[in-house]
């Protein structure tokens, strides 16, 4: 029983160390200089650099399928937010959904 326990709390350590991880990932872009305000704020906000990398994956499959759009018109919606992470945030969760639509579109 005792055994199974610290299993289990393993187990869920490990999870929350790579949900961790991945959060704190940085776009590779993140390296470069240059930035405009609203990459610099992506590259200092755990949350945001999260949501680049999810939306990346979720952008790659998309683009498998030719259903990904064009990358440049979110970028240029992305970075009208200028420093705003609420607003940042949304442009990310709104292309997410409007990719993971573009891929149920094609999988029905």
Do not use: H
């Not at 999260?50 to 990346?56: C, F, G, V």
């Not at 994956?57 to 998309?62: C, D, G, L, S």
Request: with cysteine; glycine share 6%.
């Amino acid at each position: 029983m005792l055994r199974g326990m610290m299993l289990a709390a393993a187990l869920a350590c490990a999870g929350f160390v790579a949900s961790t991880a991945a959060a704190q990932s940085w776009p590779a872009w993140c390296s470069k200089s240059g930035l405009n305000p609203t990459e610099q704020t992506i590259c200092e906000t755990p949350l945001l650099r999260s949501l680049e990398n999810r939306m990346i994956r979720v952008y790659i499959r998309a683009r498998t399928y030719g259903v990904a759009g064009n990358p440049r018109s979110f970028v240029i919606y992305r970075n009208r937010c200028g420093r705003e992470v609420y607003c940042i945030e949304q442009a990310y969760r709104d292309r997410i959904a409007e990719l993971r639509d573009a891929l149920r579109s094609v999988r029905d």
